[in-house]
């Protein structure tokens, strides 16, 4: 059965600190992997990762993918308020286009 | 920016009524996706349409929720007779999908999300 397991499922951070937000699957036939964030209403896009070891960057956060490991990590450097959310992992597996989600990880960033 | 649309945005009604939920996907996207979220479950896929045919439907209770796509603007989710279990916030999202190939699909955009809640 395809799976996306997140870790740690919450944090509690401070502003300035960074974070590291991990990202494991177990998928048949492996497209992508996908990260989102979700504030009170619609996930929106952040990253989306196909090949090994290639870091996607965005301003403080970044990203990273082990398709050897099965693994993925968002890491957000200078953490802000403004980045308390919750972070989604998605997998696309195959040819379909549809995402398999994690649980989420819930931040918050503390004044 | 183009985004999905989904109407409406908060739904309150009783257990066994019919509830409608709407979706108007970005124009040019090929493939809409229906989820729903809940504390417990998290985000699962319910069902998707790849240019308007469903193609796959069993993330949803057969008996009660259907979802069709009668023109390209539009997709609806329908749940007849609504049961209090499926209070949730039901998400349309869209995406541009390959489906052969090699090559990289587009990342699905997502719609605010219609907030469902059965008494």
């Known amino acids: 059965e395809d799976k996306v397991v997140q870790s740690p499922l919450s944090l509690v951070v401070h502003e300035g600190d960074t974070v590291t937000l991990n990202c494991s699957y177990e998928?048949?036939?492996?497209?992508?992997l996908l990260w989102y964030k979700q504030e009170k209403k619609a996930p929106t896009f952040l990253f989306m990762l196909?090949?090994?070891?290639i870091e996607k960057k965005s301003g403080r956060l970044s990203s990273i993918l082990d398709k050897k490991e099965l693994f993925s990590i968002l890491n957000i450097t200078a953490t802000q308020t403004g980045d308390s959310a919750v972070y989604l992992c998605a997998v696309s597996p195959g040819n379909t286009g549809k995402l398999i989600f994690g649980q989420g990880t819930t931040l918050q960033v503390k004044p | 920016d183009a985004r999905v649309t989904q109407t409406p945005r908060h739904k309150v009604t009783e257990m066994g009524q019919e509830v409608t939920m709407r979706c108007q996907p970005i124009l040019g996207h090929n493939t809409v996706f229906w989820y729903r979220q809940t504390m417990m479950q998290g985000l699962e896929l319910l069902a998707y349409?790849?240019?308007?045919?469903?193609?796959?439907d069993s993330g949803m209770p057969k008996d009660r929720f259907s979802a069709e796509m009668p023109d390209a603007t539009l997709a609806t989710l329908k749940i007849q007779p609504s049961e209090p279990r499926d209070s949730a916030v039901y998400f349309c999202a869209s995406g541009l999908v390959l489906w052969t190939g090699e090559g990289s699909n587009q990342p699905q955009h997502f719609g605010d999300g219609t907030r469902l809640s059965i008494l």
């Open positions: 998928v048949t036939n492996f497209r992508s």
């Open positions: 196909t090949s090994s070891g």
């Open positions: 349409f790849r240019n308007r045919a469903p193609l796959d």
